[in-house]
């Protein structure tokens, strides 16, 4: 995730796009200029009359209000599901604080359970993290229990595993007498909230925009930016290139920002910033109870 100052906007205008998006951005471009360029050398070497063309300038006016119409709900679509991901990751920074800040107040402070805690809550987090990614990397994770390494590789759903171990730790404070049934039921619902906020996060990176939707309307943004040069071929003549250019460029620009930012979770420039995220889990986790 990038890190700006909104008020900066020489720095803003003249940024880079993100290498993802140049690498489809510049292509298409590339082959909508030769294209207009064809449309206009065509039109000049056979002698044809710009008033050959049909007048489309209404026309795609009408259509451009539409696919404006069409691009902010798809923007405003990814952005819900950025947005959407930040909150639930906001969730879990908050949930993993109160577990560890109650767990502070009723463990004894010679206690090896807090530093099992700790570590483990952290790697739930890292698992969380890693698992809405490429899948969980052991090596990743800070555990010093070589039976729960093996237990860990063994697990399709890693940070359901830890999970459940974190359940079980708590489980056996209560049978100890460490904590009351009181206490119990305290942890038991910061517990629940781990695991309800990585659902989720499962169920925004597992449910993509419909795909009618997504065909729709890049069928009709090709549509559109391919009908340009021959409507404005009457009206700007060779100035039709840079003109449909300009127009290709925004509306692609748009559709593939939203593209990157409606799967929050990997590692694009303008993803969440996950490890940030888990790191500060990580630092609390010691601050508190270590």
């Excluded at 939707?213 to 009908?227: A, G, H, P, R, W």
């Excluded at 910033?273 to 888990?278: A, F, G, H, K």
Aim: charged letters at 20%; a neutral charge; proline letters at 4%.
């Amino acid at each position: 995730m990038v890190t700006y100052n909104p008020k900066m906007w020489l720095g803003l205008i003249f940024h880079a796009y993100s290498k993802q998006v140049m690498k489809t951005l510049m292509p298409a471009l590339l082959s909508i200029g030769l294209f207009s360029a064809l449309i206009c050398f065509g039109a000049d070497y056979l002698n044809l009359d710009s008033k050959d063309f049909p007048s489309s300038t209404v026309v795609h006016s009408l259509l451009g209000i539409v696919l404006g119409l069409f691009l902010v709900f798809r923007t405003n679509s990814a952005y819900d599901r950025w947005w959407e991901g930040r909150k639930l990751w906001g969730g879990l920074v908050n949930s993993t604080r109160n577990f560890a800040l109650k767990l502070n107040a009723v463990l004894p402070a010679e206690s090896s359970d807090r530093k099992w805690f700790a570590q483990m809550i952290s790697n739930f987090a890292i698992s969380v993290r890693e698992h809405l990614r490429n899948g969980v990397n052991i090596s990743e994770l800070e555990i010093e229990d070589e039976s729960i390494l093996k237990e860990l590789q063994n697990k399709n759903h890693k940070p359901n595993h830890i999970g459940s171990l974190l359940y079980q730790r708590t489980e056996s404070l209560f049978k100890s007498n460490v904590i009351t049934g009181f206490h119990l039921t305290n942890l038991d619902k910061e517990l629940k909230d781990f695991i309800d906020l990585m659902g989720g996060c499962e169920r925004v990176r597992k449910t993509p925009i419909p795909y009618s939707y997504t065909m729709y309307i890049k069928k009709f943004i090709f549509i559109y930016i391919v009908t340009l040069p021959f409507g404005f071929l009457e009206t700007f003549g060779y100035y039709t290139i840079p003109t449909v250019l300009l127009v290709s460029f925004i509306l692609l620009s748009v559709e593939l920002i939203a593209e990157e930012i409606e799967d929050p979770f990997g590692k694009d420039v303008n993803d969440l910033p996950t490890d940030e995220l888990s790191l500060t889990i990580k630092a609390n986790m010691k601050e508190i109870l270590l």
